[in-house]
Nanobody, 121 residues
């Protein structure tokens, strides 16, 4: 069993910064690609950024230059540094791992429970 736990969300003023963390718990050997997605009520969940096991990254166009995704494999953690936040970044942010190698075998397509980010003055 693998759990992905997000943290770091909160309320921030426009132009401010937050750093989200996504930590995988359990007996983990390795983690593949990890992505951040976000969702607002009434809309579909959208891709924000991802990072592969080889540290290749991709971003949603609207967050390029403002958000940075990174990973610390020693801590089984992926970060999303969000700078110059805008009200339209307000959403619940979810992390997703496509494949986690564990002592019990591989676990595919795992989602975290989400963390709320609110950008408002």
């Amino acid at each position: 069993q693998v759990q992905l736990v997000e943290s770091g969300g909160g309320l921030v003023q426009p132009g401010g910064s937050l750093r989200l963390s996504c930590t995988a718990s359990g007996r983990i050997f390795s983690i593949g690609t990890v992505a951040w997605h976000r969702q607002v009520p009434g809309k579909e969940r959208e891709f924000v950024a991802d990072i592969t096991a080889a540290d290749n990254t991709m971003y949603l166009d609207s967050v390029k230059g403002r958000f940075t995704i990174s990973r610390d494999n020693s801590k089984n953690t992926v970060y999303l540094q969000m700078n110059s936040l805008k009200p339209e970044d307000t959403a619940v942010y979810y992390c997703y791992a496509d494949r986690v190698a564990t002592a019990q075998g591989p676990i595919f397509r795992s989602w975290g429970q989400g963390t709320q980010v609110t950008v408002s003055s």
